[in-house]
């Protein structure tokens, strides 16, 4: 069993940026790949990025490329997503979840934390 929790979440300004925080508890944290996924109004979960267990590999949605930075820290049970130059297009709900496989489909994976709000004005 995996507990998430996410953090950072907030309202900026067109181009600025956040740090998202996803604390997760128990000690097999490392066993896991991590996903952030993404939830605006009225829309489907969408993948956004994902980190392998290492962390030496990571995968991005072609939207964030260049902007979105996963991370994950096994030391502390914690990945990030830095998020720079962002869009009103980004406001969202913003979820982390684990998994012991590689996805992108949000319906591959075991564990979500409760989601945290990132809200971009124009």
């Known amino acids: 069993q995996v507990q998430l929790v996410e953090s950072g979440g907030g309202l900026v300004q067109a181009g600025g940026s956040l740090r998202l925080s996803c604390a997760a508890s128990?000690?097999?944290?490392?066993?896991?790949?991590m996903g952030w996924f993404r939830q605006a109004a009225g829309k489907e979960r969408e993948f956004v990025a994902a980190v392998s267990r290492s962390g030496a590999s990571t995968y991005y949605a072609d939207s964030v490329k260049g902007r979105f930075t996963i991370s994950r820290d096994n030391a502390k049970n914690t990945v990030f997503l830095q998020m720079n130059s962002l869009k009103p297009e980004d406001t969202a709900a913003y979820y982390c979840?684990?998994?012991?496989?590689?996805?992108?489909?949000?319906?591959?994976?075991?564990?979500w934390g409760q989601g945290t709000q990132v809200t971009v004005s124009s």
């Open positions: 128990g000690r097999t944290f490392s066993t896991y790949i």
């Open positions: 979840a684990a998994d012991p496989s590689l996805s992108r489909s949000p319906s591959e994976y075991d564990y």
